[in-house]
């Protein structure tokens, strides 16, 4: 007989909270001893994708479905909040929020339809539906009035040090919105694991009859992770473009993105509160140093290195890495400190 | 008028080769019901196995076949057996097996990018003795190699076929494909023909990298397009049809091709994935309702 | 007043007639069981009632309110629990975790819902498995949490479907009086069975469905000597050796 040890226990972080105050105290002290930007631009990319890949979870690990086409939200995201701005000079800022918001428009009227199909139905056409608007995208000059030059892209007006319209020249300023924006959507995951919409979704994901025969309304929830997934989602678009002042469509809508997040999130842990985080902390920079110190050859390295880890992990461990991550945490702990009870707390 | 008569008919043989790499797809999906998101992947290794073949022995690549496709076969009864066997085990009860998946794209991004490595950047191809040559049937042009793919693919449709309803191992493929519990009980080694179906799969694929290197060429990435082409064919014809994996090829192909001539190739790719979605959404059984060709 | 009313219910499946102009009422605090041979349409019926199929015609009642076109999730809210003959728990979830999601029906916090599913397991004699994950459950136990889930959406109906099945006589005699303890707290029980030991132990009353046609009901006793059943179940030459 197996104890649980499954998704509702991986929810609890109680036991570990002192840890997580020391890190974030850390995260958050860093730019005070550290400047070399190079090392900033590596915590943002770190973050950014951990920060997309939580995003992710609320459908693909919550609700159980497989979204490989997530990309195309962060793109909706970039493209209207630097329409607006270059059009209207509204503030980022605020266009980041209707970037979000239509995303989640988008993401709803995608998703109930969608939702309907199997496994991976489903993926099939998450797939096609993001590279169907990259195409729509690459091909129109101009939508409504307002220009997005097709394949070629939108620059951004450089405003210099400008809060108001969203640029730095810091780095760092971008390091803490970005942390900030990952801590929003990590408290938002860990209230809703613990919510009625938490487990209605991880059920209907799960076993959908069984669910529906106990009041759960399972499309409805789906839809509502859709789109808080898709909101924030768009967000980390807007902050992308805010970041680097160019997008296209091939850059921003891209499979390889949207990929790449999925990878992250499975591998790290889909449905768990810390895997996608984690996923993102080990893979991202392992990938980087492979591009950097190995990659002659373009991209092609460090692919190499996700695929052949996303094979491992389907093979020893499809569950993702936050268990044995976390048997390992505890092995630790009775090593360092024999004395600390981590017996099982309640589960939630 | 003949240029549109041409279009089409370049369309159906293009679409032919479609077909063919659909194929392999839809028998890998009918008999084991995994989606092999690596395909594309192992058309490029078919293609680059069947140029390397050609730089060293200078023989035809339809000649080559004798060596390719039973390489192929191997790899794909090999990476069946030792990949995704084991997760498919783990996975059975699951409802929605995502793992099986996830490792096929794992797999897929493994081997783009380690025969970007080995292979190189550069577009390879070959010169066979008809290379460019073409057969002028009435007022169009054809281009041999094309014909010659039109050809092979229609052959092995029927060899294929004729295999799986005439020869015992077809026949246990299709059993297994009908009802996996059923027929382990009537003693078929149901890993065995995983193993199997999914080299034939494989070795299919292996003819579509024959077929193509003389009109085409080789690079890491050329798997790419033919995957997705091949996904969308598959769910076009039905998942597990044969004859519906060559249809749907054909059609993709003749929209292709007849897009081609009044719009820019991306246009084309969206109303190729359009076709998609409204299939997958209004009649996910395939265009013709071919029940799996069983 | 009825609790459940089927008036002139049909269902067909692509030419098969599964459920023929079908009549039923329930009324509150009743125990009633639908017998018949397999391929019925007795699961249907439950399908039917529980909002997973549309009748073609016919309307259900439930409550006084006509509910034909709902579906499973609002007729829960409503009042109504199902268990499934081939039982449908969240496998990689806990036990607790199971029985929460039926109580988050009724309540709004997780920790309602927590004490909620405590008093559920405790009554149906799993909480001391609570923290086991639902899948390594043997298949009493299964059936038991099955009822419990169903019970956690505190239903005013609760359709049970072969909920004895695959149960050896301990066990079924375990399950027999669990289900008696939930008709004592007042809950309406419509049962689909084929274990008759349990169908003639449990119900007050018990309907024969064939081919999807109400044939005969009546009370156990009257049940067992009619030659419709026997004829139902056994054909025909058992009814004229029985005469």
């Not at chain 2, 063919?20 to 992947?41: E, R, W, Y």
């Not at chain 2, 249809?247 to 359009?274: D, H, N, R």
């Not at chain 3, 927590?114 to 909480?127: I, R, Y």
């Not at chain 3, 006793?221 to 058992?238: F, P």
């Amino acid at each position: 007989m197996k104890k649980e040890t499954g998704p509702g226990r991986r929810l609890r972080i109680e036991g570990k909270t002192w840890l997580i105050v020391i890190v974030v105290v850390t995260l958050l002290a860093l730019p005070l001893f550290i400047r070399s930007v190079t090392f900033f631009q590596f915590m943002i990319l770190i973050l950014w994708y951990a920060y997309l890949t939580t995003s992710w979870n609320l459908v693909g690990g919550f609700a159980g479905v497989l979204p490989l086409g997530h990309a195309a939200f962060a793109g909706i995201g970039a493209y209207t909040s630097s329409v607006l701005f270059i059009h209207y000079g509204l503030t980022p800022w605020a266009g980041m929020v209707v970037g979000g918001l239509l995303a989640a428009i988008v993401g709803v009227i995608i998703g109930a339809p969608t939702f309907k199909l199997r496994g991976a139905y489903f993926a099939l056409a998450t797939i096609a539906i993001s590279e169907g608007l990259r195409v729509i995208l690459e091909n129109i000059q101009k939508i409504g009035g307002f220009e997005i030059n097709g394949a070629r892209g939108i620059l951004l007006p450089l405003k210099g040090h400008s809060p108001i319209d969203f640029q730095f020249l810091d780095k760092r300023y971008y390091y803490y919105i970005i942390l900030a924006m990952l801590a929003v959507i990590f408290i938002i995951t860990y209230r809703i694991a613990r919510s009625k919409l938490g487990y209605y979704l991880t059920a209907g994901g799960e076993e959908k009859e069984g669910a529906e025969a106990l009041g759960v309304n399972v499309a409805k929830c789906k839809l509502i992770a859709m789109a808080i997934s898709t909101f924030f989602t768009a967000m980390g678009g807007t902050f992308y473009m805010q970041l680097v002042h160019y997008i296209y469509p091939r850059g921003i809508l891209s499979l390889d993105l949207s990929f790449e997040i999925a990878f992250i999130a499975i591998i790290g842990g889909r449905g768990t509160l810390m895997g996608p985080i984690i996923g993102a902390v080990l893979l991202v920079p392992a990938a980087e140093l492979t591009r950097t110190y190995l990659g002659g050859s373009y991209e092609g390295v460090h692919l190499m290195l996700y695929g052949a880890v996303l094979m491992a992990v389907m093979l020893f461990r499809p569950r993702g890495l936050m268990e044995p991550l976390e048997a390992f945490y505890r092995w630790g702990v009775q090593k360092l400190a024999p004395q600390t009870s981590v017996a099982a707390d309640e589960v939630k | 008028m003949d240029i549109t008569l041409a279009t089409i008919i370049n369309g159906v043989l293009m679409g032919c080769v479609y077909g063919l790499t659909a194929m392999g797809l839809t028998l890998i999906f009918g008999v084991m019901k995994v989606i092999n998101f690596a395909h594309g992947s192992f058309l490029m290794a078919a293609m680059f196995a069947t140029y390397y073949f050609f730089r060293l022995t200078g023989m035809d690549p339809y000649l080559g076949m004798v060596v390719t496709v039973p390489l192929l076969f191997a790899f794909g009864y090999f990476i069946q057996h030792l990949l995704i066997r084991p997760v498919f085990k783990i996975e059975r009860d699951i409802r929605e097996p995502i793992s099986v998946l996830m490792l096929t794209a794992g797999l897929w991004i493994f081997m783009d990018a380690f025969a970007l490595a080995l292979f190189g950047a550069f577009y390879k191809t070959i010169k066979t003795s008809y290379r460019g040559a073409v057969y002028h049937f009435g007022d169009v042009t054809v281009s041999v190699s094309r014909f010659y793919a039109f050809l092979t693919t229609v052959i092995l449709t029927v060899l294929l076929y004729l295999f799986l309803k005439r020869t015992r191992i077809g026949k246990a493929i299709r059993a297994t494909g009908q009802d996996r519990d059923a027929a382990r009980l009537m003693g078929i080694n149901i890993d065995r023909i995983y193993d199997v179906a999914f080299g034939l799969g494989i070795a299919i694929v292996g003819v579509a990298g024959a077929v193509l290197m003389p009109f085409y060429y080789a690079h890491p990435t050329v798997g790419v397009v033919f995957d997705i082409r091949a996904f969308i064919i598959v769910v076009l014809g039905g998942l597990g049809s044969i004859p519906g994996a060559l249809l749907g090829g054909v059609i993709i192909g003749v929209v292709e091709s007849v897009g081609a001539q009044f719009m820019t190739a991306t246009w084309t790719e969206g109303i190729i994935y359009a076709i998609f979605v409204s299939v997958l959404f209004l009649k996910p059984e395939g265009l013709f309702g071919f029940k799996a060709e069983w | 007043m009825s609790l459940l009313e089927l008036k002139g219910v049909s269902k067909s499946f692509g030419g098969l007639m599964a459920v023929k102009d079908l009549d039923l009422t329930i009324s509150g605090g009743e125990i009633v069981g639908l017998i018949g041979p397999n391929g019925a349409g007795k699961t249907t019926v439950f399908n039917l009632i529980m909002g997973f199929h549309t009748a073609d015609h016919g309307d259900v009642y439930f409550d006084g309110d006509r509910t034909t076109r709902l579906k499973p999730y609002d007729l829960c809210f409503r009042g109504m629990g199902r268990t499934f003959q081939i039982v449908k728990p969240f496998g990689t979830k806990s036990v607790l975790r199971n029985a929460m999601v039926g109580a988050f029906c009724r309540v709004r916090t997780a920790q309602e819902a927590e004490q909620v599913a405590m008093e559920v397991l405790d009554f149906t004699g799993l909480l001391s498995k609570k923290d086991l994950l639902a899948k390594s459950l043997t298949i009493a136990d299964r059936k038991r949490l099955e009822l419990a889930k169903a019970l956690a959406t505190r239903p005013k109906l609760l359709l049970l479907d072969e909920v004895m099945a695959g149960l050896n006589p301990t066990e079924t005699e375990e399950v027999i009086s669990l289900v008696r303890k939930i008709h004592g707290q007042g809950i309406t029980l419509f049962l689909i069975e084929h274990v008759m030991q349990a169908v003639m132990k449990l119900s007050e009353r018990v309907v024969l469905l064939h081919h999807g046609e109400k044939i005969v009901e009546g009370t156990p006793e009257e049940m067992a000597s009619d030659k419709r059943v026997i004829k139902a179940y056994l054909g025909d030459e058992y009814v004229i050796a029985r005469a």
